[in-house]
Every structure is written in C-alpha cells, then in structure tokens.
C-alpha cells in the first residue's frame, strides 16, 4: 500500500504567515508524530497522536507551533506568525500501534523556508 | 532527561566494517532503534533492541547494553550506497529521542 505522504514538500513563506503542513499516514496506523529537522542536524521530536488519546504536546517548541489529527487520520501541522528560525524538513511519521517495537514509517517531509 | 552521543562523521571504504556507537543517558530507557537516513530523504528504520545482544540483519548488526547505557551499529562488507546518516534512537515515554546522527562517507 502507500506510503506516509506529506504535502507540500516544500514551502516558502514570508516572516509572520502562517503555515499548514499536511500529512497523510499509512492506512490503520493509529500512531502519528511529528519531528523537526534542520540542516545537518538529528531529529526534533514535536507531537505524537496516538489514537483516541490525548497528544502528546511535548516537544512543540512555542505556542505559536500546533497539530491536529481529525479522524485519527490525517494531520496538520500549523505554525503560526513563522520566524526564520522555524526554517526546516518537517517529517511526519506513522506506525501500527505506537509501541517501541513498531517501525516508524517516515514521510518525505516538507521543506520550509521562511524568507 | 535524556543525552545521546554519536560520532558526528566516519569513513570507510567499500568492504570494509564500521562501527558506529551509541551513548546515552534516559531515564526509563529500554530499548534502542536505529534509522538510516540518505540525504535529501527520509529516515528508514534498520532495527530495534529490545534486549540486551546482538541482533542481526543481513549485512547490519546492531547490539545493546543497558547497564552500560550503550550500543552499536555494525555494518559489514560496506558499499557505497550505505553512504548516509545513522541515527540511534531510545524510547522515551511513549516516543522516541534521536540522536544527532552519524555521517558514514564510504570511499571507493
């Protein structure tokens, strides 16, 4: 079946829009996270929606940055009034149940610029 | 809190065998991932350690020690494609924390 799938792959706004990132797991994942990756750099932990729960919120890096996951399908990641440093890969990822033995399965991220 | 330390870059040529090491310090750590990562892509998972061991795959292994907070990446009979960054990954809570990667060059 298909992969993670993430929209747009890359995005380049103006300092202070807001921006949506859409992502689109593997079908019958319940678990979905969110992660930040800048140049050269490891992986940003941002959210993680398990099922029905409550996310985990965690990792987000300011209240300007929020998620949604409607149906415990599809999510959204919107960031808002952007700043240069916001500039980053935003990978999505989903696996089966979300326990420590499943795989993550990674989109190909969307790559933000912000001018 | 949690630490990781990898390795920022290795090199090797094709044949040859690398190990790329894991140190970290998590509380209620249990287990580590690790993930390959070509540029420009995303990262694409090549185990998990639940236990303590060696767990093998093919051409990659991967071993862990929890009392010592530690573990490896093994990877054998090197080629070129395996040129990527490496990153390990524990569990913490219910997600995971990376580390800041290891860049393999394999030379020819």
């Known amino acids: 079946g298909a992969g993670v799938s993430q929209s747009p792959s890359n995005k380049v706004t103006e300092k202070g829009k807001d ?3 859409r992502c689109d797991p593997i079908s019958g ?7 930040r990756q800048s140049l050269g750099q490891g992986l940003e932990f941002l959210i993680y929606f398990q099922g029905n729960s409550a996310p985990d919120k965690s990792g987000l890096p ?25 500039s980053a890969v935003y990978l999505c990822a989903s696996s089966l149940s979300g326990t420590h033995t499943d795989t993550q399965y990674f989109g190909p991220g969307t790559r933000l610029t912000v001018l | 809190g949690q630490s990781l330390e990898q390795p920022s870059e290795v090199t090797a040529v094709e ?13 209620g750590f249990y287990g580590l991932s690790w ?3 070509h540029d420009g892509g995303a990262p694409t998972f090549l185990s998990y350690n639940a236990l303590d061991g060696l767990e093998e795959t093919g051409r990659f292994s991967s071993f862990l020690s929890r009392s010592d ?34 860049r393999l060059s394999v030379l020819p």
Request: with cysteine; proline share 4%.
């Open chain 2, 35 to 37: 993930y390959q990562q």
């Open chain 1, 19 to 21: 921006v949506e990132l």
């Open chain 2, 15 to 27: 044949g040859a065998i690398v190990q790329i090491n894991c140190t970290y310090q998590t509380s």
């Open chain 1, 62 to 86: 300011s209240d300007r940055f929020s998620a949604e996951r409607t149906g415990g399908s599809v999510s959204t990641l919107t960031i808002q009034r952007t700043q240069q440093e916001d």
């Open chain 1, 29 to 35: 994942h319940t678990a979905l996270y969110w992660y």
């Open chain 2, 69 to 102: 907070s530690y573990g490896y990446l093994l990877l054998q009979e090197l080629q070129m494609k395996d040129s990527a960054s490496y990153f390990c990954a524990p569990p913490y809570g219910q997600n995971f924390v990376f580390g800041p990667g290891t």
